[in-house]
Structures are given as C-alpha cells and as structure tokens.
C-alpha cells in the first residue's frame, strides 16, 4: 500500500535568518538530510514536499494532502531530520493495524506549570506528551480537517 509522506519545507526560519530547509547540519542541507532518510525507508511511499505553503501549517498541509495519491498519509517537519527510519515504520505499521492517528512523541519529564495572572499551579504530567514528527493519518481523515 502506498505511502504518501508531505513534508513541510515552507518554513521561512523567521528567528534564524533564512528557510528551515536551507539550513545546514553537517555540511547538507535539512532537505538534503530529511530526503536522503526518506530513501532507507522499507515501504512504498511518495514524497511531496511543500515549499511553498500557506499561511499556517494547517493550510501547508492542505496543500500537500491535495497531491498524495497514497492511502497513509505521512506528515513530517524539515526541521526534524534526525527522526529515524523506526520511525517512520512504526508510524506506518499503526496505521496498517487500525484507521486512526500516530505521532512519535516523548513523554514530558520536565515540571509544567500553569500561570494565571500572579498564581501558577503545577500541571499533573502522568498524561502529558511532546508531539513530535513523524504524525500518521489516513488520508481520508486528514480530508475531513
């Protein structure tokens, strides 16, 4: 079953001073790194990568979303080349077993507070994950957005 993985490349690194996908880590650039994970990967996939976005991420994805053709839909962010080839296949594996939505995520270890005006609380972190990419769908859910 076709895979078809969007990556998000629109970013224009506001804060850094140039687009995330040009930016360099160990002499390539991040699209360089996030394309060259993307030929280890094991299933059958296409990759869409949106340069050119909307204003949000929401419509970034939109925009990709209109041009894969797969049933999964992978969605992955230039900024994170490091991600790993388990990864992606543990996104695609959950994907094949039930119609739902995965992300890679990493529990929070660090103390959340909440603040509201001078009285802040801290936040139970039992349930509390970092959402991370790769983020899985199947296509006709990510429609519905």
Avoid: Y
């Amino acid at each position: 079953m076709l895979t078809s993985i969007i990556l998000l490349a629109a970013g224009k690194g506001s804060r850094i001073g140039k687009p995330k996908a040009e930016l360099r880590l160990l002499g390539k650039t991040l699209l360089d790194l996030n394309l060259a994970l993307f030929s280890k990967l094991p299933f059958p996939h296409e990759v869409i990568v949106v340069r050119r976005g909307g204003k949000t991420r929401h419509d970034s994805v939109r925009i990709g979303h209109k041009r894969a053709k797969g049933k999964l839909v992978i969605l992955h962010n230039v900024a994170n080349p490091l991600a790993s080839v388990a990864d992606f296949v543990s996104i695609r594996q959950q994907l094949l077993r039930k119609d739902c939505a995965c992300f890679v995520g990493q529990k929070i270890v660090d103390t959340v507070r909440q603040v509201s005006g001078t009285v802040s609380i801290t936040i139970p972190r039992d349930n509390l994950w970092r959402a991370q990419t790769p983020q899985g769908f199947r296509r006709a859910a990510l429609g519905r957005l």
